[in-house]
């Protein structure tokens, strides 16, 4: 990730390899007008054009970037996104998106920290220089509010939430084979720092613990299960979240198995994880008066003599009993005990998210994250939190009639999967509220935007996207009243 820095000269004299340039109007063009309508340049929103400056900028490159009159938060984060991945060979660049104040700086440095990102640990040397040219190492954004405090603090909160979504990223995009659960929660624990304590219980402490939800997916793989927690309690603290993630590191749907086309991309079933530790990692180094637990829920999913069976009962962390009717709905079993710890801890709210149900996929699409909740206020709160930082979010409702769906296994206390095609989401969520009783809660179902198998676009990635650490942070940042 580059180096981020501010700075008031202005676009025409600023040095760098190439200059992004925001243009909201005719106004914009200036000297650069015969050119930019040469280049076709028309003003659509997200649209890029690069060209030699020819002498009319310090920089010897351009690239345009189409913003709208009166840009957002997210246009310009967008906007920083596709300009940073338009400078292609560039070491250095300079921004000029005209920010409106210190959120849209923040906003632009964001961007940048998010554009940027490359997944290249299995790239050989050659392919790397080959294929991707030279990282971007320091970009500038030009903006009358560099030399004011705020701003320059605005730009090290972007880049910490940046190193937090890119490094979610990139545990999403590790190989499975190379991210079992003791992988898994080890490169956790090694980004975790000092200011956070972690805890794992291996399958020995989860047998102990009675935690049969996250023992029951794992037991067919034998590279066993894992719970890790992650504390931060910074003194004065004004209120206590938990975080509760699916860390699935392979779903190969157990006995209940996918059509293999459906599991090539099934490294990304432990995107929920990686969104709740990344999170929980900023939040602390962003130094929020907030307490919050996280409980990351990793074990693999995979068939053998040992897995659990359709029709076997597991009993969870908070003493009641499930009939399994599809190993493939793990997610919801794992997340079951790592929500009845969550309320053990006494939080004054709880948020899980997981990579839950391909049918929030059908209702929602592939970029917008489905949320669930038993409190109308903190869902809004939620709601609210993912709009600040651009994630699309839309609230489900979880229809009183799957209550009774939920509750109707003839030989347990709750039947684990619907025996219906449709509501599948909701009934998951039903089934998760019954594990977290009154504390106020809401479900992020991130199944859609965890994971983009197209190409890229504005600050979106191949691969791992990062989904929710924004959302979780800003949240917090809510929460803590740090705002």
Known sequence: MPTVTLSTSKPTTASADVLILGIRSDEDKGELSDVLDLMGFSGEKGQTV???????????????????????????????????????????????????????????????????????????????????????????????????????????????????????????????????????????GQHAGTDVKVTVWDEKRLAKERCGGILGVGRGSDSPPRLMTLSYEPEGAVSHLALVGKGITFDSGGLSIKPGASMQTMKLD??????????????????????????????????????????????????ATVEVHNTDAEGRLVLADGLALAVESGPDHIVDVATLTGACIVALGQHTSGVL???????????????????????????????????????????????????????????????VGDVPWAHLDIAGPSFNEGGAFDYTPVGGTGTGVRTLVRLATELAGAR
């Open 50 to 188: 690069r060209f030699p400056s020819n002498g009319l900028t310090k920089a010897p490159v351009v690239v345009a970037v189409a913003l709208p009159q009166e840009p957002t938060a997210e246009d310009l984060r967008r906007a920083a996104a596709n300009g940073v991945r338009a400078a292609k060979n560039a070491t250095s660049v300079a921004v000029a998106l005209h920010p409106a104040g210190v959120d849209e700086v923040e906003a632009v440095a964001e961007g940048i920290g998010l554009g940027t990102y490359r997944y290249e640990a299995y790239k050989t040397k050659k392919k790397k220089k080959d294929s991707t040219g030279p990282e971007l190492t320091s970009a500038v954004i030009l903006s009358p509010f560099a030399r004011q405090t705020t701003a320059t603090r605005a730009v090290e909160r972007a880049a910490t939430v940046a190193e937090a979504v890119n490094a979610a990223r990139d545990w999403v995009n590790t190989p499975p084979g190379d991210k079992r659960p003791a992988d898994l929660v080890e490169a956790f």
């Open 270 to 319: 432990m995107a929920g994880a990686a969104a709740i530790v990344a999170a929980t990692v900023a939040i602390a180094r962003l130094g929020l008066p907030i307490k919050v637990t996280a409980y990351a829920c990793v074990a693999e999913n995979m068939p053998s003599g040992g897995a659990t069976r359709p029709g076997d009962v597991l009993h969870m962390r908070s003493g």
């Open 373 to 435: 909740s038993n409190d109308d206020a903190f869902a809004e709160t939620v709601l609210a939190a993912s709009q600040e930082a651009g994630e699309s979010m839309w609230r489900l409702p979880i229809t009183e009639e799957m209550k009774g769906v939920v509750t109707s296994s003839s030989v347990g206390d709750l039947r684990q999967h619907n025996p219906k095609p449709y509501g599948g989401a909701l009934f998951a969520a039903a089934f998760l509220r019954e594990f």
